[in-house]
């Protein structure tokens, strides 16, 4: 994104799931921040109030697959199927692949009809050798102007974001930077 303007976008992969999803919701309202949560079609189907309590706080959606699918093992016709079927519950223009991992004919396929959304910053939340602080101190090394960070809204991330979500938000309102979502 724009690397002159002190602006970043945070991102949530992965839910929506009642196990985690609420508490950022929860958060992020607390702090008046609005994101983009990137979610798992399957996922929505399966928690339409979530899928809807996201939507009404004024957040932005974006299409994760319906299956969290790795492109590189499947078609251009397989993978942009299974895009289509997240979207049926989705209804957004914004696609995120899974691991990040999308093979050139998938994404020139796709970014005909999608805009394709990565990231800069990886908290690495979800890894289960890293710690609340080190998810906190991968947010304050690598967040710049125009930042993508990607959190996670899953059962591997949420206890490290208990702690380590509102220090990064705060840490970001102390830097200056604004929160803002994809147009």
Do not use: C
């Amino acid at each position: 994104m724009d690397p002159r303007e002190r602006a970043v976008y945070l991102t949530f992969d992965d839910g929506p799931i009642p196990e985690a999803t609420p508490y950022i919701l929860d958060l992020l309202k607390q702090y008046g921040i609005k994101a983009t949560f990137f979610m798992v079609g399957d996922n929505a189907r399966k928690y339409p109030e979530l899928h809807q309590r996201v939507v009404a706080e004024g957040h932005r959606i974006g299409n994760h697959t319906h299956n969290h699918l790795g492109g590189l093992r499947h078609t251009v016709r397989e993978y942009s199927y299974n895009v289509e079927k997240a979207n049926a519950y989705l209804h957004t223009n914004l696609v995120r692949p899974p691991h990040g991992w999308m093979r050139h004919d998938q994404y020139a396929w796709l970014s005909r009809k999608f805009k394709i959304v990565m990231w800069d910053l990886v908290t690495r939340d979800y890894s289960k050798w890293m710690t609340a602080d080190d998810v906190l101190n991968n947010v304050k090394r690598y967040a710049r102007p125009g930042s993508i960070i990607t959190f996670h809204d899953s059962l591997k991330s949420i206890e490290k974001l208990r702690t380590a979500l509102p220090l990064a938000i705060e840490w970001l309102m102390a830097e200056g930077y604004a929160f803002k979502i994809f147009d």
